[in-house]
């Protein structure tokens, strides 16, 4: 967990400057790095399902669930065991393994035409109301990778649960060459 919140803040603390470095890089691989960021290894499926599915133009990635650096998903309910800040962390590291599996499924991320429509599952309370603001961790990094092809269709729900007790799961749609 202090892992996550070191983290977390690492990730708060990326200057104007490493953003206006991402902004006027050429590849979506090259604003990553301005960014301070890299894509984690992905993980294999723990049933009987695939990562991701092309279809034409399209690919289609299952739900992903956030891992730490410690390979645990990181779990909890937004509103009692972990709070929003936490949870946004989480879906910008769920938009990380994403944007691996994505990158294994087309070889490289300069083929993303757009990103199509993101679907998040918050783990919250009955009470939590925030599920938006959750999701803005993983919209906010793909605008921030993609510019105006990471502008996308958004869902944002709030679950009672989710596998593994994650805090977060998200899926995505993304239009390819």
Not at 86 to 115: M, Y
Not at 117 to 124: A, D, L, P
Not at 148 to 161: F, P, V, W
């Amino acid at each position: 967990m202090r892992r996550l919140l070191i983290t977390t803040l690492c990730l708060s603390l990326v200057s104007l400057a490493s953003l206006g470095a991402a902004e006027t890089s050429t590849t979506p691989e090259a604003k990553l790095a301005a960014l301070g960021l890299t894509l984690p290894v992905t993980n294999s499926p723990i049933a009987n399902y695939v990562p991701a599915v092309r279809a034409g133009n399209l690919v289609f990635l299952s739900g992903h669930l956030p891992y730490d650096a410690e390979g645990k998903v990181i779990a909890g309910k937004v509103g009692k065991d972990t709070d929003e800040k936490t949870a946004n962390a989480a879906a910008r590291t769920t938009a990380l393994a994403l944007l691996a599996s994505l990158k294994k499924e087309i070889g490289d991320l300069s083929k993303v035409k757009r990103i199509v429509k993101v679907s998040g599952f918050v783990n919250g309370t009955d009470d939590f109301k925030a599920q938006p603001a959750v999701m803005n961790g993983c919209s906010d990094l793909l605008v921030a990778v993609f510019g105006d092809r990471g502008k996308h269709a958004r869902a944002a729900l709030g679950m009672a649960s989710l596998p593994r007790g994650a805090v977060v799961e998200i899926e995505m749609i993304v239009e390819v060459q």
